[in-house]
């Protein structure tokens, strides 16, 4: 094991989008580490600090401790954690016996075929090996960088079950946004389903709130249903933000017998569907409750990305492209996209870097100014003087301080934004008059358009792998966790860990650097 031999005094900072300060760090040098995707990693002394998490370097047995505690974080629920009683029966789920599950029967197939995962298979959740916290986008636990495995859990199918499929009441809900690849994950929840032997699928309508009292026509689902469903976008379930609580929530589910549910959603729908899980459990109901992340926005931890947010890019390029046509064919023309992205760049880092029409791509993680020497005005000037023309590509929670609040919150508790386009355009215009100047500024949010589509094939892939291992989940006994794609592999985590804060853009990673490489684009402050 690695010894730590030094315990200095040095406090690690991340530029946020509040603080210049932790911005200027950066600036002059003092190594900031990506920490767990923290905005601020801080160390003083001997004790590292992760979030919330203190770990005591000076310790020599301090990676041990890492490792219990990670896996403590990283358990999976399991029905057999609480409800002792249990016993687990063979699979129905048999890649060998693929006969129409109405053959299937109350006869569970004799034959043992190893396509299963095991319990103890495991994906590796970091894979570089920094050797200093100044690389770009560093992950490091101590200054020396020492190497700590982390592990989740292997998602897929289990060769022994604890549901009877002809018994099991299982439902779908999708809640939040739209997000293309909805369909498709509820048509292969569907399809799993039924090879499983599942006879009783229901569709719960417009998300938690088809869960009220005011009682929603349920959604019947079954193969037939579902066949063609991913070839429109859109969910056909219906979406919605706001509800009923989650006590309402699990008394409508013990009314209805559900004991199988299937969460489509991003943090606020993960938060209630861990808390669906905990008062399930503790009203004694032997329920599985198991997420799959939509986020288009592409903010939930740890996974490689989430479904939606490849064809958001892709959908993003039509605007983006639009905006370029527009400014390069008028004189002195300035083009504005914003898109999709509450608290995180994503959508637009990955638009901007995809289309290379981007000169300027704005994020929420990144502080800028739109006036003063440095400010984006002065550096749309100067685009205009040396190439005639100019594109800018904003994500819809940047520059939030520059922006009237509106103070108003969405039935979910979302903060409404400001306009930071419109604010934009309107500066640009008044900038280019103040300076004598023409410029021609033209303006695109192509928000909906972006969501209210069909998943690309990408996510259609995505989506597939993510919906059959949600019920590989759900039977394998595992409660309270979602699913997702890490490092190219198809992992399940416990819920709590994938809302504890949401994913953001690191300034300090390779990407945003590519980004910045590939506008050209200064700081702006
Ligand atoms: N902290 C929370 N605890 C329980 N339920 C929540 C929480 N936050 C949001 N919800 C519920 O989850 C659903 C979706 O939340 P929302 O924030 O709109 O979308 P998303 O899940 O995509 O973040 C809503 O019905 C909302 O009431
Ligand atoms: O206008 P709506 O329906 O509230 O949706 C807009 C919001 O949806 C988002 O795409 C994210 O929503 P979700 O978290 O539900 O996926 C944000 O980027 C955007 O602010
Ligand atoms: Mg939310």
Known sequence: MESISTCF??????????????????HVGIVGLGG????????????????DREIGLANPDWKI????????????????DVFGDLSPMPSTFNLKSRRPSHEIGNG??????????????RVL???????????????CIDPDCTWVEQWVHRAGPREEIYFRPEEVNAAIVTC????????????QIVITLEIYGVKNIVGIPFGYRGFSAEKLPKIPL???????????????????????????????????GIDMLFVLGGNGTHAGANEIHNECWKRGMRVAVVGVPKTIDNDILWMDKTFGFDTAVEEAQRAINSAYIEAHSAYNGIGIVKLMGRNSGFITMHASLSSGQVDICLIPEVPFELHGPHGVLRHLQYLIEMKGSAVVCVAEGAGQNLVMKTNAKDQSGNVVLGDIGAHIQKETKKYFKDIGTSADVKYIDPTYMIRACRANAS?????????????HGAFAGYSGITVGICNTHYVYLPIPEVISYPKNVDPNSRMWHRCLTSTGQPDFF
């Not at 946020?16 to 200027?24: A, P, Q, V």
């Not at 894979?127 to 916290?133: D, L, M, R, T």
């Not at 939040?176 to 048509?187: Q, S």
């Not at 996510?459 to 019920?471: F, K, R, S």
């Open 9 to 26: 005094r040095v406090k690690f900072g991340h530029p946020t989008k509040n603080s210049h300060d932790s911005h200027r760090i950066r």
């Open 36 to 51: 767990f995707a923290t905005k601020r990693f801080k160390r003083t002394s001997c004790v590292a600090v992760i979030r």
């Open 65 to 80: 401790g890492f490792r219990e505690d990670f896996e403590r974080r990283f358990h999976i629920p399991h029905l057999s």
């Open 108 to 121: 569970y197939p004799y034959e043992r075929w190893n396509g299963y995962v095991n319990n103890d298979d």
């Open 125 to 139: 959740l970091k894979v570089i090996k920094f050797s200093s916290p100044s690389s770009a986008g560093a992950e």
């Open 176 to 187: 939040g946004g739209l997000c293309p690849g909805l369909n498709d994950v509820i048509r």
């Open 222 to 256: 079954s193969r037939s249903v579902v066949q063609n469903i991913h070839l429109d976008g859109g969910s056909l379930l219906g979406v919605s933000r706001g509800g009923p609580n989650v006590s309402e929530i699990v008394d409508n589910m013990q009314e209805r």
């Open 459 to 471: 996510d259609g892939i995505l989506c597939t792998v993510l919906g059959q291992n949600a019920v």
